[in-house]
């Protein structure tokens, strides 16, 4: 739960609940997900590996902000802001530790799969060690012995690293050994029969006990595994330098090594003469280095998910192509060997018809969006493409697409966010691809992260020229570990096609035009665009006609907008907020937010996208987009929010908005004191989770026509 008011941080009102515990509590909501048996146990195993992750990236991406690292802060570092959330990260770490040591572990030896420690191996697979660790790891390690006065090397960005405890004449030495990533983090001995587990033992343990062959003139003390993160921080960019890539690659080549530490991982059996001498070295304080009971790096679980067990995890989900989509023709190669209906050989046409809001990873993203933007590619009837990319994988269909239209000579307008936080570098990869097939490929907008993701068609039809235009909320990324759960909006209507031909020449520095008629931008007129929504809801209200909002956010920061959803509760508005993450309004306090209610979903899916549902008067209107009700979100960064036009769409958006507040199964609701509870049935009323229903509809091919009353 969060702090009770009067415990908030300084500068915090009781309006408000603290940013950084509302981000804790929602890390705290996913660990009670990992200890939840009634799910499978790699999938539970997955989501501590999830866990772990995100609390890397926020060591990387905002504790170096609390602790006055960067930003506009002169002077000495100030670490106050850090200090109050410091308790809760250590016992949140210590959590997870608990749950790895004391819960997954156990329960995954009842199911043959042992993740042992070296000591624990048999005669044989300690032999089988042996010979893999001189195949396989000692060939590619290098040990940097000093002596404990000498200058200790540079540890990269969460690398996992062994520091080595010698002595010689008396003396005592340290040698440091880097665990290679081109490695896997455990060592899985193979399974010979069907009576037999799974064994894994971690690398760093080998690498371990046959450590003393490599130092043979030296007395070996012992070996101690360490982790250090480095802030992720690139520091202050221009925009509009002609060698920004440059200047950003040379950023991340210092991110890995030369960043400063913010974080210290060791082992409680690590002696405090080496915690110490580490400490000194990274310039880190006791505070800031966190002494394990069980594993260092629970990130790296995720390679233990992959084991052939298929009946430890939950089935695979096969997304569907939307009816419209699907051709009634014969059914083509590519259906029988993806496992999907045919599509529709032009989607272009099915567009022109109609609006098609797609519902990932229920719909198929590969045979809508990535088929959207590959038909483009090599229709000899488009004469351009526009796209924005903020992420997007290794392996990018899309960008692949991109490449093939720029080579076929079509016009090809790119906005690469090469600053998209731990994605520069396969960001700067495709924008050189681009760049090198011929694309104009541009960077944003000075001080702006451009963070909305669209894609623009210029089709030459008859006599006339057409637009078609995807806008989603969510990413290029369908085979994320853990899928997201997004909406992207299919449209040829011309008023969108014209507002994002606007957009794209303000993204290109071409035009300063912010008047849209349609759609809502951020950072221009996006926050008093939603406060003119809220406030005309709280209108109707007062006249005594039909007035709700739904509003379904990852994040809810902004105190503009809180004060903003705070007056139309007052004023009789109805307020449902599906918040998965960080939500700081404080709900159902008498005179303040009577009406407003927030429950936030996880499950199996990342409830990602951004849905704004207005009853204005039985007249209702829905958008969606890619903005956060943060202040960065409106403020910092290119957000843009698309109403949808046809009456069946709304009333979609509705229904989903529905079933997720109905959720019994996966959903938490938000206390006025701060406190999340678990949401469960009543006994007389059936389990419901809005994610298998989700699920349930698509297979079906269910069609969505009205409100229900």
């Not at 995100?54 to 930003?71: Q, S, T, W």
């Not at 695979?316 to 009816?323: A, G, I, L, Y």
């Not at 090469?418 to 960077?443: C, F, M, R």
């Not at 469960?680 to 009205?706: T, W």
Request: net charge neutral; hydrophobic share 40%.
């Amino acid at each position: 739960m969060l702090p009770p008011s009067g415990h908030l941080a300084s500068g915090h009102t009781p309006r408000l609940f603290d940013r950084e515990l509302s981000w804790i509590a929602f890390n705290r909501r996913l660990l009670y997900e990992v200890a939840d048996s009634a799910q499978p146990i790699l999938d539970r195993l997955l989501k501590l590996s999830q866990a772990s992750a995100a609390l890397d990236e926020y060591f990387m991406v905002k504790v170096p902000f609390l602790k006055g690292l960067h930003g506009p802060l002169t002077g000495a570092p100030d670490a106050a802001p850090f200090r109050h959330i410091h308790a809760y990260l250590k016992v949140l770490v210590a959590r997870q530790q608990a749950h790895f040591v004391s819960n997954l572990k156990p329960h995954l030896a009842q199911q043959d799969i042992h993740l042992l420690d070296y000591g624990e191996l048999s005669d044989f697979q300690i032999k089988h060690c042996q010979h893999r660790f001189e195949d396989e790891v000692a060939p590619i390690l290098t040990a940097l012995t000093t002596s404990p006065e000498e200058v200790t090397p540079d540890f990269s960005n969460l690398s996992l690293n062994l520091a080595v405890c010698l002595e010689l004449h008396g003396q005592k030495q340290l040698s440091w050994v880097k665990l290679p990533r081109v490695l896997s983090r455990f060592m899985i001995f193979p399974k010979v029969s069907t009576e037999e587990g799974w064994v894994a033992v971690p690398l760093e343990q080998v690498v371990a006990a046959y450590l003393p062959k490599i130092f043979p003139t030296y007395t070996f003390l012992g070996c101690f595994p360490f982790r250090v993160t480095r802030s992720a921080d690139l520091g202050t960019l221009d925009s509009e330098t002609a060698n920004l890539m440059e200047m950003i690659q040379e950023s991340l080549q210092q991110r890995q090594q030369q960043q400063q530490a913010v974080r210290l991982e060791v082992l409680q059996s690590m002696p405090a003469w080496v915690r110490s001498h580490l400490m000194a070295h990274l310039n880190l304080i006791p505070e800031d280095t966190y002494s394990l009971s069980g594993c260092l790096g629970l990130s790296d679980l995720k390679e233990l998910t992959r084991l052939p067990r298929p009946d430890l995890r939950s089935p695979n989900w096969k997304p569907v192509v939307p009816m419209v989509l699907t051709s009634s023709a014969r059914p083509s190669l590519r259906s029988f060997t993806s496992g999907l209906p045919n599509v529709s050989e032009n989607l272009f046409a099915q567009i022109a018809k109609r609006d098609l809001l797609l519902h990932f990873p229920y719909h198929s993203f590969a045979a809508t969006v990535e088929q959207f933007i590959a038909q483009a590619a090599v229709d000899p009837s488009v004469l351009a493409i526009k796209m924005t990319l903020y992420r997007t994988a290794i392996d990018a269909p899309i960008v692949r697409s991109l490449i093939t239209a720029a080579k076929a000579e079509k016009q090809v307008v790119v906005l690469v966010e090469l600053t998209a936080p731990l994605d520069e570098a396969i960001n700067i990869h495709w924008a050189k691809s681009l760049e090198k097939a011929g694309a104009h490929v541009v960077y944003g907008v000075v001080g702006f992260r451009t963070h909305t993701n669209l894609a623009l068609i210029v089709r030459q039809e008859a006599e006339h020229i057409r637009q078609y235009a995807y806008i989603g909320t969510g990413d290029y990324l369908p085979d994320r570990p853990e899928p997201y759960a997004d909406l992207g909006l299919l449209t040829s209507r011309s008023e969108v096609g014209i507002d994002l031909n606007h957009l794209f020449n303000f993204l290109t520095g071409c035009s300063r035009h912010v008047d849209y008629t349609t759609l809502m931008v951020a950072p221009e007129k996006l926050r008093a665009q939603l406060k003119d929504l809220i406030a005309r809801e709280a209108q109707h209200a007062q006249a005594g006609r039909a007035a709700r909002l739904i509003v379904k956010l990852n994040l809810l920061a902004d105190p503009d907008l809180i004060e903003a959803l705070y007056a139309a509760s007052q004023a009789g508005v109805e307020i449902d907020l599906i918040v998965r993450g960080i939500c700081r309004l404080r709900p159902g306090v008498e005179g303040m937010s009577d009406r407003i209610q927030v429950v936030s979903v996880l499950g199996q899916y990342v409830e990602h996208s951004r849905t704004l549902y207005c009853c204005n008067g039985n007249k209702p209107e829905a958008w969606i987009g890619t903005a956060d009700w943060t202040p960065r979100g409106l403020d910092e960064r290119i957000e843009v929010m698309v109403p949808l036009k046809e009456s069946e769409l709304i009333v979609s958006v509705y229904q989903q908005l529905e079933c997720l507040l109905a959720d019994n199964q996966n959903s938490w609701r938000l206390s006025p004191t701060g406190q999340y509870i678990k949401q469960h049935p009543p006994l007389d009323e059936p389990m419901l989770s809005a994610q298998a229903q989700f699920q349930h509809q698509a297979r079906s091919r269910k069609q969505i026509s009205q409100v229900p009353n």
